[in-house]
């Protein structure tokens, strides 16, 4: 457990070599130990240290080991993360369709779960989404029911997470005019997070 701390603190701070030195020997050893669990998160967190890196077809890899686990193990909050995490990279990639599965999917774990930061993520994810698509009046919704959300907890999307978001969401921007904008962007907003989870799993992310 020291060992898989120590490099979450490596990739945190951006050494991604001796990061990934580390989760390999955590993931070894919690085999060794028969730690499932502790498996499937140092699994995930190597993803994280690849996705990182943009090596995605890696990331891809290692996140489908751990959901693996995760999935064998009925660990709810595991497969909620790192089928988040595998929407970021989908996102990156450019599949939006799939990144829309994913974002859909982790929404209603996270639901289920209370997570509400996530929850907002989640959301601000299909924002991202939509936008791409060029569903731009539902991306402006689905941002304002995130930011909502977001301030009502006092939460915060991730800087890693919002760095992939935001090109998209600036583009939506560019797109309608600012009163269209202001209009969506507060009816998104106005909703309850039950309203807005409804509103993210169901509809369309293509125009």
Not at 5 to 27: N, P, R
Not at 110 to 116: G, I, S
Not at 143 to 154: Q, V
Request: net charge negative; with cysteine.
């Amino acid at each position: 457990m020291t060992l898989n701390a120590f490099g979450i603190l490596k990739f945190s701070q951006g050494d991604y070599a001796q990061a990934q030195k580390l989760l390999e020997e955590v993931v070894a050893l919690f085999r060794e130990v028969g730690d499932q669990s502790g498996a499937a998160s140092s699994l995930g967190n190597l993803g994280e240290v690849a996705r990182l890196q943009g090596e995605y077809e890696r990331a891809v890899e290692l996140y489908g080991e751990s959901l693996a686990l995760f999935r064998e193990l009925r660990h709810s909050d595991g497969l909620a993360h790192y089928t988040f995490t595998l929407a970021s990279v989908a996102l990156q990639q450019g599949t939006y369709e799939q990144a829309g599965q994913y974002l859909r999917d982790a929404l209603g774990l996270f639901r289920d779960l209370e997570e509400k930061n996530y929850v907002a993520a989640c959301l601000a994810g299909l924002a991202a989404v939509a936008g791409a698509l060029g569903n731009v009046m539902r991306a402006a919704r689905l941002w304002g029911a995130s930011e909502g959300l977001i301030g009502g907890i006092g939460g915060i999307i991730l800087p890693s997470d919002s760095a992939v978001y935001q090109p998209h969401l600036d583009a939506v921007r560019t797109q309608l005019d600012e009163a269209t904008f202001e209009a969506a962007w507060s009816a998104g907003r106005a909703m309850t997070i039950e309203e807005a989870v409804e509103y993210g799993l169901s509809g369309t992310d293509v125009r």
